[in-house]
């Protein structure tokens, strides 16, 4: 079993930055690929970025350029840099990990309980 927890979130106005960080616990030995979904009022969740073991990341198009995935396996935390913050990425943020690399959600076997990002001015 794998354990994450996510912090980070909060409100901040348009333009702004926040960083999120969620650290895993558990059988860390297991964890390939880690990820950042979404979930904003009324809509599916949504992939945000993956990062594998090694590091390579993967980004939706919607935040291409203004976000940020990093990952500190010596921490097994995984973070989330999001700058140039915009009203559509009020969200909850779910962070989540896969046992494969994978971008796939229905291969992330192991979910956080989800932080919440407000902007608004």
């Known amino acids: 079993q794998v354990q994450l927890v996510e912090s980070g979130g909060g409100l901040v106005q348009p333009g702004g930055s926040l960083r999120l960080s969620c650290a895993a616990s558990?059988?860390?030995?297991?964890?390939?690929?880690m990820a950042w979904y979404r979930q904003a009022p009324g809509k599916q969740r949504e992939l945000v970025a993956t990062?594998?073991?090694?590091?390579?990341?993967n980004y939706a198009d919607f935040v291409k350029g203004r976000f940020t995935i990093s990952r500190d396996n010596a921490k097994n935390t995984v973070y989330l840099q999001m700058n140039s913050l915009k009203l559509e990425d009020t969200a909850v943020y779910y962070c989540?990990?896969?046992?494969?690399?994978?971008?796939?959600?229905?291969?992330?076997?192991?979910w956080g309980q989800g932080t919440q990002v407000t902007v608004s001015s």
């Open positions: 989540a990990a896969a046992g494969v690399e994978t971008m796939y959600e229905d291969e992330y076997d192991y």
């Open positions: 558990g059988s860390i030995f297991s964890i390939n690929s």
């Open positions: 990062i594998t073991r090694t590091g390579s990341a």
